[in-house]
């Protein structure tokens, strides 16, 4: 995609959505950390869900630390992977009381030491958190950032640090958000709904749809 074209996609993502903003809901930069844990092979409805109930009760990395991975359990069984993710997250609490005097720190390296933090993780807390132009490439932004032409690659690292590059500087902050709400529900995995995509005349994709 030229240079030209990403910038007039990125306008017309803008104007649809001005201010893009995660589904996941939260009140701290330590209950959006918790909720994108969980988040893994998982909804954000199915997270949401579970940490209504969770946060009412506990919404600090000490308060959750004193429930334990049995007293967590209960919270977040609706959601997959939620033994190994229960055991992470306190392990994740621990770390942030004993090192971190409670605060989510706002650096990578600080971030992927946390026990089920990885890259794609630690991004998404640095760009919405804290306001770090990053951008986490998960599947929907893997397979809109492929499908369209606008920076394609093997790997969500390969993606990630080609959009870094592509992505007009203006909408870099944003871009993230943007990405994942488009492919969510308008450049879906199955059936891309390309009679309605407004950036279908800038897509490389070679199979639009047409109903």
């Not at 240079?3 to 001005?18: A, G, M, T, W, Y």
């Not at 994740?92 to 989510?104: A, G, H, I, K, Q």
């Not at 492929?146 to 390969?158: F, H, M, S, V």
Request: charged content about 25%.
């Amino acid at each position: 995609m030229k240079p030209d074209d990403r910038r007039e996609f990125f306008r017309r993502l803008q104007s649809v959505i001005p201010a893009p903003k995660t589904e996941l809901e939260y009140h701290s930069s330590f209950e959006l950390l918790v909720a994108v844990i969980l988040s893994a092979q998982a909804t954000d409805v199915s997270v949401n869900k579970a940490t209504r109930k969770l946060y009412p009760v506990a919404s600090t990395p000490r308060e959750i630390l004193n429930l334990g991975v049995d007293g967590l359990k209960p919270y977040i069984r609706t959601i997959g992977l939620f033994n190994s993710k229960a055991e992470n997250i306190i392990k994740t609490c621990r770390m942030l009381v004993e090192e971190y005097d409670s605060e989510v720190p706002n650096d990578r390296k600080s971030l992927e030491r946390l026990p089920g933090v990885g890259r794609k993780t630690a991004n998404v807390v640095l760009n919405t958190a804290f306001g770090e132009p990053t951008i986490a490439v998960d599947t929907h932004i893997f397979r809109v950032a492929n499908r369209t032409g606008l920076a394609k690659g093997k790997t969500p690292l390969e993606v990630e640090l080609k959009l870094l590059k592509a992505v007009p500087r203006e909408y870099l902050h944003d871009a993230h958000h943007w990405l994942i709400l488009h492919g969510r529900y308008t450049c879906k995995a199955r059936k891309p709904n390309c009679p309605e995509c407004i950036v279908r005349s800038l897509c490389s994709f070679k199979t639009k749809t047409t109903v």
